[in-house]
T-cell receptor, first 111, second 111 residues
Framework: AQSVAQPEDQVNVAEGNPLTVKCTYS??????LFWYVQYPNRGLQFLLK??????LVKGSYGFEAEFNKSQTSFHLKKPSALVSDSALYFC?????????FGAGTTVTVRA | DAGITQSPRYKITETGRQVTLMCHQT?????MFWYRQDLGHGLRLIYY???????DKGEVPDGYVVSRSKTENFPLTLESATRSQTSVYFC??????????FGPGTRLTVL
């Protein structure tokens, strides 16, 4: 089965600093990887996905993710975090027909 | 409005009662999914449907029933609610691409 792991339950950063949310994957075959964000009392919103091609994927709200095959990682990044980026972030992998999600990482950006 | 909606948004019920959570999407997506979100577990798939009248079990189907008589609707029924089914339930849909789009969620409390 395909799976992802998010090694950090929480990430705390100061506004304006770089933000990284880690994700590692375990798949058979080529990985299709996703990042979603969940704001309080809201559903999950799609941020970006990696299917094939460039290892750096750009997504919504200034986020990007770097696919690293040798390290089996797909870390989410933002060069300069905003307080409004505080949310719960999920990494997911295509596991047909569904997506399999990590446990989530809570990001807190302090002013 | 276009998109995916869920009702009710909040529900409190008692053990042993039957509860139905509704999901409606306006995109005519073929695939629909029900997930539950619990702390420390991320999202776990309960049931999914590939098309009208085609449903299949996910990771945690016990105690749940689904139907899909119309493409746009995918109700989830708890036949006899238990406290362990207290959770936040998300409906999602997708078409041929693997990107899933989520509803706002239903917070269910079973007393």
């Amino acid at each position: 089965a395909q799976s992802v792991a998010q090694p950090e339950d929480q990430v705390n950063v100061a506004e304006g600093n770089p933000l990284t949310v880690k994700c590692t994957y375990s798949v058979s075959g080529n990985p299709y990887l996703f990042w979603y964000v969940q704001y309080p009392n809201r559903g999950l919103q799609f941020l970006l996905k990696y299917i094939t091609g460039d290892n750096l994927v750009k997504g919504s709200y200034g986020f990007e993710a770097e696919f690293n095959k040798s390290q089996t990682s797909f870390h989410l990044k933002k060069p300069s975090a905003l307080v409004s980026d505080s949310a719960l972030y999920f990494c997911a992998v295509r596991d047909p027909p569904q997506l399999s999600f990590g446990a989530g990482t809570t990001v807190t950006v302090r002013a | 409005d276009a998109g995916i909606t869920q009702s009710p948004r909040y529900k409190i019920t008692e053990t042993g009662r039957q509860v139905t959570l509704m999901c409606h999407q306006t995109w005519s997506h073929s695939y629909m999914f029900w997930y539950r979100q619990d702390l420390g577990h991320g999202l776990r798939l309960i049931y999914y449907s590939a098309a009208a009248d085609i449903t299949d079990k996910g990771e945690v189907p016990d105690g749940y029933v689904v139907s899909r008589s119309k493409t746009e609707n995918f109700p989830l029924t708890l036949e006899s609610a238990t406290r362990s089914q207290t959770s936040v339930y998300f409906c999602a849909s997708r078409e041929r691409t693997d990107t899933q789009y989520f509803g706002p969620g239903t917070r269910l409390t079973v007393l």
